[in-house]
């Protein structure tokens, strides 16, 4: 069974992965709204890369803190 964290990270990595997806997507696209399409897509990127090194760093300090205990 998943911990908390190790849950909370795979969810962060997937929606990461999503984002990823979609941006792949967007950059494939050619139309007149383009530009904004894809600043949106690089703000949910940063977002989601963020989410997904904050859950990595909390799963690294709680396996940190397992190690001395």
């Known amino acids: 069974m998943r911990s908390p964290a190790e849950q909370e990270t795979r969810a962060a990595a997937e929606r ?3 984002q990823i997806d979609d941006a792949l997507s967007a950059a494939s696209r050619h139309s007149s709204d383009s530009t904004e399409e894809l600043e949106a897509c690089a703000d949910r ?4 890369a ?7 760093r909390e799963l690294a300090g709680r396996r940190g803190g397992d190690a001395e205990e």
């Open 45 to 48: 990127l940063e977002r989601a």
């Open 16 to 18: 990461l992965s999503a």
């Open 50 to 56: 963020r989410d997904l090194a904050a859950a990595l």
